[in-house]
């Protein structure tokens, strides 16, 4: 009996969480007219669904452009993340060298500065390089992150050193350690931070908001918040805009989930 409550317990507490984006997918398949009147009258299900609002979003906006700013943004911060991140990671967790104590507690301390804090003095930074309305100011800001940092290093750490010290002897020199025996063993927090960076990085809005004027380079946040203001206001499709964005995101979490829990249950990280 205890299991079945608890069993039941744990249904209803996933079904609220997932009650707004099921509400969000149904709806985008609704006609614009009955997406919100179903919350008054108690009509929830419609009688004719179809992929009329997808169609509709594809043709008021440029939406696939949207989506390409999107993914070529967040991909190249992802990838260029690992390696820069996973990099510091292992030489503060494996290296010995003058200063790396104090260093690693210097970006530790980066971890508690709100992006907010120091937003407007990289505006004017990137405002004088001129890199304003591009992808490389979405980009080159976001690749060095020290939470990614700070995952590595607590995975880094845990693992044997015994490993490192029979490649030594049979002459394999850091860089070989590092690409031959460490990564291969480090799925777990690869599979963590490129969850959590893409999560990240998908939904920032200030930042594109404050250096982005043309949709050239607009990324999906930013676009969907100006959707929403389109005459006429069609629900409908601001409900298929917001799924074939969060798309994405469920896809990438679905593919790396189980290196991402065992990734998060080794370093230890809540939340």
């Known amino acids: 009996m205890r299991k079945i409550l608890l ?6 507490t996933a079904l609220l969480y997932a009650a707004p984006i099921l509400f969000m997918v149904y709806s985008s398949f609704k006609p614009d007219n009955e997406v919100l009147v179903g919350l008054t009258s108690g009509r929830f299900f419609a009688a004719d669904l179809s992929w009329q609002n997808y169609a509709d979003v594809f043709h008021r906006v440029s939406f696939g452009r949207y989506l390409f700013n999107s993914l070529f943004i967040t991909l190249s911060v992802v990838l260029l993340g690992l390696v820069v991140n996973s990099l510091a990671g292992y030489a503060f967790a494996r290296l010995h060298w003058f200063g790396h104590k104090a260093l690693f507690g210097l970006v530790l301390a980066l971890m508690i500065i709100p992006f907010e804090a120091i937003a407007v003095p990289m505006f004017y930074q990137m405002s004088y390089l001129g890199w304003r309305d591009s992808y490389l100011v979405q980009i080159l800001p976001f690749v060095a992150n020290a939470f990614s940092i700070y995952l590595f ?103 790396f989930q189980r290196w991402f829990v065992a990734g998060i249950a080794a370093t230890g990280t809540k939340g």
Request: charged share 10%; proline share 8%.
């Open 7 to 12: 069993t039941l317990f744990l249904a209803a």
């Open 153 to 255: 290093y607590t995975f880094f750490i845990g693992l044997p050193r015994e490993f490192e010290e029979a490649a030594r002897v049979d002459g394999a020199g850091t860089f070989r350690i590092f690409t031959s025996l460490i990564l291969p063993n480090s799925k777990p927090a690869f599979a963590s931070v490129t969850i959590l960076t893409f999560l990240m990085q998908w939904g920032t809005f200030l930042w594109p908001l404050m250096v982005t004027s043309g949709e050239r380079v607009r990324p999906l946040p930013v676009a969907v918040a100006q959707f929403q203001t389109l005459p006429p206001l069609q629900w409908g499709d601001i409900m298929a805009f917001g799924v074939m964005m969060v798309a994405p995101v469920m896809v990438i979490f679905l593919l």
